[in-house]
Structure formats: structure tokens, C-alpha cells
């Protein structure tokens, strides 16, 4: 296998003594032994390339961006540092087979749409180690997306492909810090789920149990504040089909961001390794499981995208639905999640239509394929949306935040023309405060103006 070695390196700029002034020696001083080690081992190793997947660069929704050109160059200054310079030769060759693999495997990838040539600090911090003792290497950075964990794994894959291709040497740093809310005074303060989070990631890179990484729930990554998880991601697809040797070689957080540094090599191959297949099983399985446990409202929203998108014409209301949503009319929501997050969401704050039945159904095809917030839904990604259904109740004004309940009540907010509104009981909205927030945001509302508030209770269906 020409991927070498790979290691996950985290990038505080503190780590580097001109930055740090003696506070890196102090808090992180286990993270900077494994660090130094890793570069004499890295050293040792001699590769021809490194590529670096980096959470810091040009970051895009739905595409794998790829520094292109044959250089670049890249300072600490941001960071008090400006003496701590970067320059590097980039590998065009690499970089243009990845791509090429990419695109025959339907993964979006390439060199296209460079926003900052300039080397950021997922990068710098990781080189500037590796470049005490060896600096005989070409590099690529690799940017991180918007897309789901499984693409990214994927990526993984293509690069090992590519490097086994070019015959070239390679050694993969996934650049990644973990969480950001490990304690009060962290830089985003303290959340439990960031302590739960760097227990789960530390766990897993310790075993090398790379579908132990799949399986946390997007929640918890959200609400710990990480940065690193898909570079990550990105370093287990190297391994697809090979048993790993796995080292963690340190673990920190003093600062309420968590640090890890570990290495990882393939032992042998090893077909039952096939970790993305095992993943793509078990969420099918799980996800008709659930699909058997539907009521007549979710499964009416998700037939109604299925038939639109299957035959292009939208659906007949159906016999057997119960007798309340064909006499009644309400407003409704319907929510998309994939790989357990959004994937579309649009609704009616009042009926538009004659019954909930026909509510639901014109909702679920908005929400699949005219949320504008992304692309329309495919037919091949069908089998892994989830559906919530939310039926509103009739909404009343309260004179004041105090009146409204974040879990109980949803919340309405108009100012002049301009109405937003937030459903109750999200995941990661834990305030009114907040809650109303995000409701102006959604109608264009300055934070500090005034507004009439609205509140409604929902029966949900998930």
C-alpha cells in the first residue's frame, strides 16, 4: 500500500514557541512530544508527497476543492507570528489524479474555485513540524465539505487509489482539532456533549475502530463545536479493506479544545474491513425499521415525494387516510433529514389548502425539490430521507418572551411585512432567546427591532 502512514495532528498555532510563548510548554506539553515524534517518524518514512486534509481552506457545500498549481505559501502573521514562513511545492500530478479518480467514481472533486492560495493554519501548524526534520516532500492540500461523512470517507478511498496509481510514496495528516467546548472558559464555553465527543473519537482512533466514527450522532458533533471530524473521516477511507495498526499517541485539552495525535498504518488486507458497506447495510436496515414504524402522516409525505420524483406527477390523496386529515385544515411542516441531518424543510404557517391531506402532500414536494437551501432530492437518495411531519395549531400572540416555552412552543415574529418562524423542540435550540434569534434571521429582522410575537403548539409526526 503506497499510503505509508497517516496521522490525525491537531493545528493550535500556540504549539509553535513563537506563537506560544511558553504557554504551549506549560498546557499542551504531551500534544507537543507526539508532535515532534510524528516528524522524525514522517522523517524516517522519507515520502514523496503529504497530502494534508484541512478544515481551515476554501470550503465548499457540495465539492472536494484541491489547492491547485505547482506552489504555495503561507505565514503564521494572523497569529503574532509573521518570521514563521511556509513554502511548498505542490503535486500537480496527485492532485490531478484525484481528481480524475473523483470523477469516474461520481465523487465532486478537482482544483476548481480557489478562494485563498495562502496556506491556513490546518496546515502551517502540522508542517511546521514535520519541517524541522524533513522537508524533501512534495504537498497537496485537500479541503474539507459540506457533504455527509460517508463522501468523505470516499475521498479517503480515491486518494489511497491514487497514490497506489502513481506508485508514490505518501503520508496523509489529518489536520483536526476536536472539541471546542470542553470547559466554561473554552472558546465557545462548555457544552457535556464536547467532553462526550472526545471520549468517542479518542475511543474509536485508539481501537482504529473506524465505524465507531460513522455511528456519532450529528447532534453531539454539532453541539461539541468540532472542526476535525471529517478530516478524519477522510483518513479512515484510506484504510477500506485493510486491518490498521493504530497508535493514540496523546490526547489533551487544557485549553477546552481537545487535541489528539495518533498514527495509523495498514497490516494486511482484510475483505470484512469494509467499513463504508457495513455502514450503508446497517443505516438501510435501521432506516426500514423505521419506515415500518411510520404513521399514515409521515407516510404520506414521504409517498408523495417518492411519487413525484418516480413519475413526475403528483399524488392522488389515497384511501384509508384518517378522518381528521380530510376534514380539517391546518398548517403544516414537513422536514427531510439524511444521515441525520437536514435535507429540506418547507411548510405553511395557515392552510393554503382544503385539507391537511393536501397540505402535506404539496409540502413534501416543496421540501424535496424547491427548498432552495440545497439541491433537489434524488431518486437515489429515496431510501435514506427520514420524514417529519409537523401539524401546526392555530396561532396566538403573547405580549412577551416570557410567555413563550422553546420545547412546548413554536414562535412566530412579524415586523411590518416581514414574518418568521421556528418550530418548537429543535435539536441544538435550547432558549427563547435563541429561538427568537433564529426567527428574525429567517425573515430578514434585525436582532435589536421590535416584534409582535406569535405563539403555537404542533402535533409532530417522527
Known amino acids: 500500500m503506497f499510503i505509508v502512514k497517516a496521522y490525525t495532528m491537531p493545528h493550535p498555532p500556540l504549539a509553535v514557541p513563537s506563537v506560544g510563548k511558553g504557554k504551549e510548554s506549560k498546557g499542551i506539553k504531551d500534544t507537543l512530544k507526539a508532535m515532534y515524534d510524528v516528524a522524525l517518524e514522517i522523517a524516517e518514512i522519507k515520502p514523496d508527497t503529504i497530502i494534508y486534509i484541512t478544515p481551515h481552506n ?32 505542490y503535486d500537480e500530478e496527485m492532485a490531478e489524479r484525484i481528481s480524475r479518480i473523483a470523477g469516474n467514481s461520481e465523487i465532486p472533486a478537482g482544483t476548481q474555485g480557489e478562494r485563498d492560495p495562502g496556506l491556513d493554519h490546518g496546515v502551517t501548524v502540522p508542517m511546521w513540524f514535520i519541517n524541522k526534520h524533513y522537508k524533501d516532500y512534495k504537498s497537496l492540500r485537500v479541503s474539507q465539505s459540506g457533504m455527509p461523512s460517508t463522501e468523505h470517507y470516499m475521498l479517503g478511498q480515491i486518494i489511497s487509489m491514487a497514490a497506489e496509481s502513481l506508485g508514490r510514496k505518501t503520508v496523509v495528516i489529518a489536520s483536526s482539532d476536536l472539541s471546542h467546548k470542553l470547559q466554561e472558559d473554552a472558546p465557545y464555553g462548555y457544552t457535556p456533549e464536547g467532553p462526550e465527543f472526545d471520549k468517542m473519537i479518542t475511543e474509536a482512533l485508539k481501537e482504529g475502530d473506524f465505524l465507531s466514527l460513522f455511528k456519532i450522532p450529528e447532534r453531539i458533533r454539532d453541539r461539541a463545536g468540532e472542526c476535525g471530524y471529517n478530516s478524519l473521516m477522510t483518513m479512515a477511507g484510506l484504510f477500506d479493506g485493510y486491518d490498521v495498526e493504530s497508535v493514540l499517541l496523546s490526547y489533551e485539552g487544557p485549553f477546552g479544545v481537545g487535541y489528539a495525535v495518533a498514527s495509523f498504518a495498514a497490516v494486511k488486507e482484510n475483505a470484512n474491513r469494509n467499513i463504508l458497506e457495513q455502514f450503508v447495510t446497517s443505516t438501510l ?120 416555552d422553546v420545547k412546548r412552543y413554536g414562535v412566530i415574529v412579524t415586523s411590518g411585512n416581514r414574518r418568521g418562524l421556528l418550530l418548537p423542540n429543535l435539536d441544538g435550540i435550547d432558549t427563547v432567546d435563541e429561538q427568537l434569534n433564529i426567527a428574525k434571521q429567517k425573515a430578514g429582522i434585525g436582532q435589536n427591532e421590535a416584534v409582535k410575537l406569535e405563539r403555537f403548539e404542533v402535533i409532530r409526526h417522527e
Open 58 to 89: 476554501t470550503l465548499y457545500s457540495d465539492y472536494f476543492h484541491i489547492s491547485p498549481g505547482n506552489s504555495a505559501k503561507g505565514d503564521l502573521g494572523r497569529f503574532g507570528a509573521p518570521e514563521e514562513v511556509f513554502n511548498t511545492v
Open 285 to 404: 436496515k435501521e432506516l426500514e425499521k423505521r419506515r415500518s414504524a411510520e404513521d399514515e402522516y409521515q407516510e404520506l409525505a414521504r409517498k408523495s415525494l417518492e411519487h413525484i420524483i418516480r413519475t413526475g406527477k403528483v399524488l392522488s390523496i389515497p384511501n384509508g387516510l384518517p378522518v381528521n386529515m380530510l376534514s380539517k385544515r391546518a398548517g403544516t411542516f414537513v422536514s427531510l433529514h439524511k444521515n441525520n441531518r437536514l435535507r429540506g424543510c418547507i411548510g405553511t404557517i395557515s392552510p393554503s389548502t382544503d385539507n391537511i391531506a393536501t397540505e402535506i402532500i404539496q409540502n413534501a414536494v416543496s421540501a424535496g425539490l424547491n427548498d432552495t437551501r440545497f439541491n433537489p432530492v434524488s431518486e437515489e437518495e429515496l431510501p435514506y430521507i427520514i420524514y417529519k411531519v409537523d401539524i401546526l395549531g392555530e396561532a396566538e400572540p403573547v405580549s412577551g418572551p416570557e410567555f413563550l
